[in-house]
């Protein structure tokens, strides 16, 4: 049995009696003005942080969200695209598709500004999107990608590139590992299913997301998620496993490379009311500025002492300097 036979069928019992223990969430979920989530959907929850940002969801937006499960998310995307189809929902396992059309009704009862006509859900799978080239506003995963071994992870990856349109955004939550995963953890299926062996290293992630064509990368947020110690799994020594909310934007890749904001943060402090780097980036005196990596690293090389750049916090919400 291959490790998306046995992916398929961790998900096809989780769907016909959910797990709550499945995966782990980091992150609250969101309350939203009116919105009320079914508890099936609270219980299906098989997610490791959110994929959901209001800041991504205006005007409306096409939205695609691989990974159904018990649709929870797919019903918080619906509240921020209330039109037929607004919001297309892609799963290989029949009955959590089945779960998530169960699930709707009620939540068509509990909500009443909501209706099943706008989600649209499809049998598919994350390595052959049966959607349209360029059709897509924002598309998202969540906790599913990080099961895929690395040739099925290029191919996923390609996918939602193909399927956005120009500047649209990915959003994505995966369990990340910095240290060396062990091999035999790593041909472990079930391990895998599970979301705990398939964790890469951040940086490896977003060298694959800027190889695919991502132009901006924002770490949105970055948590503790799994402690893995020899009394539960054959290993020598603990392993930390954190998950990370990532955005991937479908810009240009700049001739310099790519914008990965990793939340810094630089603040001009000297004599003048500014700083104008002449490259695009002006910092007024003392007032912070997010900025990328790559800026990072350029306003470090001027070697001035009015220019404080803090380390990378993780968390980034917008306002920065690309």
């Not at 096809?12 to 992150?27: F, I, N």
């Not at 706008?118 to 999107?129: E, N, P, Q, Y």
């Not at 472990?188 to 991502?214: E, H, M, N, Q």
């Amino acid at each position: 049995m291959s490790y998306l036979d046995t992916t398929h069928d961790v998900y096809k019992k989780a769907a016909e009696t959910p797990d709550v223990g499945l995966c782990c969430t980091t992150t609250p979920i969101w309350q939203l003005p009116g919105l009320v989530i079914p508890e099936k959907m609270i219980a299906m929850n098989y997610g490791c942080g959110s994929t959901v940002h209001p800041r991504d969801l205006v005007n409306e937006p096409n939205i695609l969200y691989v990974g159904a499960g018990g649709g929870m998310e797919l019903l918080q995307f619906s509240y921020f695209s209330r039109k037929n189809g607004g919001v297309v929902g892609i799963d290989i396992v029949e009955e959590m598709l089945t779960a998530s059309r169960e699930n709707f009704k009620e939540a068509e009862k509990l909500n009443d500004w909501f209706s099943s006509d706008f989600v649209t859900l499809k049998k598919g799978t994350a390595l052959d999107l049966p959607v349209e080239d360029n059709s897509i506003d924002v598309a998202a995963q969540n906790c599913l990608f990080n099961i895929f071994k690395m040739d099925d992870l290029k191919k996923a990856l390609a996918e939602m590139y193909r399927v956005l349109k120009p500047h649209g955004r990915l959003v994505l939550s995966d369990p990340v590992c910095e240290q060396a995963m062990p091999e035999h953890l790593k041909e472990d299926a079930t391990l895998r299913a599970l979301c705990i062996s398939g964790a890469l290293p951040l940086w490896d992630y977003i060298k694959l997301l800027t190889d695919v064509g991502f132009g901006t990368i924002e770490i949105r947020a970055k948590r503790p998620y799994r402690y893995l110690t020899p009394n539960h799994y054959d290993i020598d020594q603990p392993i930390m496993i954190e998950s990370v909310e990532v955005c991937a934007i479908k810009d240009p890749v700049l001739a310099d490379g790519p914008c990965v904001f990793t939340g810094k943060t630089a603040i001009y402090f000297g004599d003048q009311s500014f700083f104008d780097d002449k490259n695009g980036h002006v910092l007024d005196l003392n007032r912070p500025l997010s900025i990328c990596d790559k800026t990072a690293k350029a306003l470090t090389a001027l070697k001035r002492n009015d220019i404080y750049i803090t380390e990378s916090t993780w968390f980034y919400d917008g306002g920065g300097c690309c």
